[in-house]
């Protein structure tokens, strides 16, 4: 979805670096996510904040810390990259004021495809 | 941990015909959605169905939700080679902690 874009879209690092994966959104939407993507693993969520002064812990936040610029930038930090955070990184967005109650349907971005050595 | 689970984990049509992909879930939802994804790339939104629901259509796609069964199925009719890709479900619950919980998603293949 153009409306959410993510930089870098690849990365190549070195294991002890510290690597920032940035997403925007066009979308006004005031929710944001954080999710990684491994074979076999399906989508896992790392943070996710639902206004700029609200960030919180996913169920695989160890190794992350985030940080949420503004309404429409959220930026996911690895502070010393390990290869087993070698994945597919997603940044998302949603409205929950959808029509009929809170709908919570996510927008992707292109996602960051990133690999620690 | 996820709470969607897809079955199967892999499934090869031929294309024109139907493909049926199940999703099965363990707590209460508010509603459960389905994501497509194809190769590398990022998840679009599919359906949404909500916990007072039990049927619902968009273009080819039909699905269904069974809150006492704790399952749901998506349905593509009349498949075609450009529906390759990943699917997923996810369900939403939470109140006001509201958030979305992925599954580990069902390759589909529709060979031409």
């Known amino acids: 979805d153009a409306d959410v874009t993510q930089t870098p879209r690849n990365r190549i690092t070195k294991t002890g670096k510290r690597i920032m994966l940035e997403c925007s959104q066009t979308?006004?939407?005031?929710?944001m996510y954080w999710y990684r993507q491994d074979p076999g693993l399906g989508l896992r969520l790392i943070y996710y904040?639902?206004?700029?002064?609200?960030?919180n812990k996913g169920e695989i936040s160890d190794g992350y810390s985030v940080s949420r610029q503004a309404q429409a930038k959220f930026s996911l930090s690895l502070e010393s990259a390990i290869p087993n955070q070698t994945a597919l990184y997603f940044c998302?967005?949603?409205?929950?004021?959808?029509?009929?109650?809170?709908?919570?349907?996510?927008?992707f971005g292109p996602g960051t495809r990133l690999t620690v050595l | 941990s996820q709470q969607g689970e897809e079955d199967p984990q892999a499934l090869s049509i031929q294309e024109g015909e139907n493909a049926t992909m199940n999703c099965s879930y363990k707590t209460s939802i508010n509603n459960l959605q389905w994501y497509r994804q194809n190769s590398g790339r990022g998840l679009v939104h599919l359906i949404l169905i909500r916990s007072n629901e039990r049927e619902k259509h968009s273009g080819r796609l039909r699905v269904t939700l069974d809150t006492s069964k704790k399952s749901s199925s998506l349905l593509i009719t009349a498949s075609r080679a450009a529906d390759t890709a990943s699917y997923f479900c996810a369900t939403g619950s939470g109140g006001s902690n509201y958030k979305l919980t992925f599954g580990k998603g069902t390759l589909l293949t529709v060979n031409p």
């Open positions: 998302a967005t949603s409205d929950p004021e959808g029509s009929g109650g809170p709908t919570d349907t996510q927008y």
């Open positions: 904040s639902f206004d700029v002064k609200d960030i």
């Open positions: 979308k006004g939407h005031d929710r």
